[in-house]
Nanobody, 123 residues
Framework: QVQLVESGGGLVQAGGSLRLSCAASGRTFTSYTMGWFRQAPGKGREFVAATRWSASSTSYADSVKGRFTISRDNAKNTVFLQMNSLKPEDTAVYYC????????????????WGQGTQVTVSS
């Protein structure tokens, strides 16, 4: 059974940092692109960042470029999202996702979703 389990969310003041983790299990993800999405209250789910397991290429939404960094630990089947200089508008439920390509992630055509972790940034 495929599972993506996020952790690391919480409450932080504006300007602070959080590191989200996504532990993947149940299949081999080396050919997949892993992504992070978020959904704020009353809004749709939006792309945040993506990385391939087997390559160093990464993609970011313009709203997080320069503040967020996606990385992975292949040995532990874990993807991370380091979030710095957080703003109140970053408040959302953050979801981990796996898809067959970066294009699929950017299109929201995701094969697997995690359950989400709440990030709240206070002003």
């Amino acid at each position: 059974q495929v599972q993506l389990v996020e952790s690391g969310g919480g409450l932080v003041q504006a300007g602070g940092s959080l590191r989200l983790s996504c532990a993947a299990s149940g299949r081999t993800f080396t050919s997949y692109t892993m992504g992070w999405f978020r959904q704020a209250p009353g809004k749709g789910r939006e792309f945040v960042a993506a990385t391939r397991w087997s390559a160093s290429s990464t993609s970011y939404a313009d709203s997080v470029k320069g503040r967020f960094t996606i990385s992975r630990d292949n040995a532990k089947n874990t993807v991370f999202l380091q979030m710095n200089s957080l703003k109140p508008e970053d408040t959302a439920v953050y979801y981990c996702a796996a898809a067959t390509s970066t294009r699929a992630v950017l299109a929201g055509t995701v094969d697997y979703w995690g359950q989400g972790t709440q990030v709240t940034v206070s002003s």
